[in-house]
């Protein structure tokens, strides 16, 4: 079956302008997560979603970043007025409800910022 | 808070060799523990888990062992082929719906002929 999806796959954007970074998870995974990984290090925590519901968002850098699932499903990252310094690689993750330990992952969006 | 550290790479095998990398953790009470591997192009995926102390993760004929006393999560193989190639990441999370993973850095590996 179709896994998780993200896109776009590359952005490139100027330093200020804002971008979004969509996420498609499996169909029926009621958790979704979303992770920032750094070139050269692992990925690391942003928010989480059970359902339409944030239910944690203690990873987000700054108020310029913002997530959202209304629906329970499709999840869009938004990230205001970029910097350089946002330059990585968004990962999206989904997990189905009668497993707490398996996460599935997208390819990831890669964000340059220039 | 919890943290993971590997061993640096890159590691750079022969086919056939003996893999080990290392992967330590700090962490309040019991977590779970994994390895993630990413292919070139690919996203990450879970290799194998551990949720207890003294369990054994085994897939693809790779193998870690949950070490609660040296708090590690060392994975094994004991035949790398080519194809082995990738990067592998340790990470760990607490049990519960908001179960984040918390993330090494990553070890890449090159398996060569």
């Known amino acids: 079956g179709a896994g998780v999806s993200q896109s776009p796959r590359y952005k490139v954007a100027k330093r200020g302008q804002d971008v979004a970074l969509r996420c498609d998870p499996i169909?029926?995974?009621?958790?979704l997560f979303w992770y920032q990984q750094a070139l050269g290090q692992g990925p690391e925590f942003l928010t989480y979603f059970q359902n339409e519901a944030q239910l944690d968002k203690s990873g987000l850098p700054s108020d310029r970043f913002f997530a959202e699932r209304p629906e329970g499903s499709v999840s869009t990252l938004k990230i205001q007025r970029t910097q350089q310094e946002d330059s990585a690689v968004y990962l999206c993750?989904?997990?189905?409800?009668?497993?707490?330990?398996?996460?599935?992952f997208g390819p990831g969006t890669r964000l340059l910022v220039l | 808070g919890d943290s993971v550290t590997q061993m640096e790479g890159p590691v750079t095998l022969s086919e056939e060799a003996f893999l080990t990398i290392n992967c330590t953790y700090t962490?309040?009470?019991?977590?779970?523990l994994f390895w993630y591997v990413q292919y070139p192009g690919e996203g990450l995926q879970l290799l194998l888990k551990?949720?207890?102390?003294?369990d054994k993760g085994s897939n693809k004929g790779f193998e870690a062992t949950y070490r609660k006393e040296t708090t590690s999560f060392h994975l094994e193989k004991g035949s790398v082929q080519v194809s082995d190639s990738a990067v592998y990441f340790c990470?760990?999370?607490?049990?519960?719906?908001?179960?984040?993973?918390?993330f090494g850095t990553g070890t890449r590996l090159q398996v060569t002929l």
């Open positions: 551990a949720t207890k102390a003294d």
């Open positions: 993750a989904s997990r189905i409800a009668g497993d707490l330990e398996t996460q599935y």
């Open positions: 990470a760990l999370s607490h049990t519960g719906t908001a179960s984040k993973l918390t």
């Open positions: 962490a309040t009470g019991y977590p779970s």
């Open positions: 169909s029926g995974h009621v958790s």
